[in-house]
């Protein structure tokens, strides 16, 4: 690989070190406490990487994927996109770097809420203060009243997504069932795909806000996803399928 990596490592408790590797002329490695220290002596990076040490490690010990983590937020990458795909082979031949780092701390509680999955789910679709619960009810609306129409758009997409939202109360589920079959009365429900015994292909993560934008087209996800906004569990692909379904609502949606 004949690229300048620059890496930002931060530890558990928010404090960052900077690393740059040269692996495109003399192979040499330097650290510092800022991003300038670590780059003296070095060429320009071809590409930045911000990464924790947790994930950094986990990488490296084959734990985890660099494409996995890429697509769940956990890596962020400025620069050449290709040079990101090569990260993981890149962290496996230092891994003796990074088991230099210090042992991160157990993980943090989460920030969001969701519910527990032995609970089952009692909120309406609509949910007050989250404009993201009206996208859902216009899909409920577009599709639950026209048999042919909700049959075509359930064989074309052929998925179940669990769609999690950050608004004004914290993080609130709801299930877009769009596997063929689905009746009016099951296409969208309120809470997780466990308390509503279903196996979602593929969990989002985003802010309720990003979910309308998302759905209004002011947002795409492939934009989302490149900036951190959009989050995935599954399938990543199937989330592309999800926009075909938004475009149905874009108008109504475009008001809110």
Known sequence: TKAVYAFEVTNAGGKKHYFVVDLKQVGKVTDGATEAEAAQGQPKPDIS??????????????????AGEFMSGKVKIKGNMMLGMKL??????????????????????????????????????????????LVLAQILKAFGSDDAKREAILKKTN????????????????????KPGATASDLVLPGTAAQNKKTAGATLILSDA????????????????MGGKLKSKGNIMLALKLESVLKAVKGPVAKL
């Open 49 to 66: 990487i911000a990464i924790s040490d947790e994930t950094f490690i986990k990488i490296s010990e084959g734990k985890t994927t660099a």
């Open 88 to 133: 993981e082979p890149i962290l496996k031949r230092f891994k003796s770097l990074a088991e230099t780092l210090p042992p991160p701390s157990p993980a943090a509680a989460a920030t969001t809420d969701i519910a527990s999955a032995s609970e089952a789910p009692t909120q309406e679709v609509v949910v007050k203060g989250y404009n993201g619960s």
């Open 159 to 178: 998925a179940v997504f669990q769609i999690d939202l950050n608004g004004p109360e914290g993080a609130k589920s709801w299930v877009l069932n769009l």
């Open 210 to 225: 990003d979910f309308v934008d998302l759905a209004s087209g002011k947002l795409t996800g492939q934009s989302a996803f």
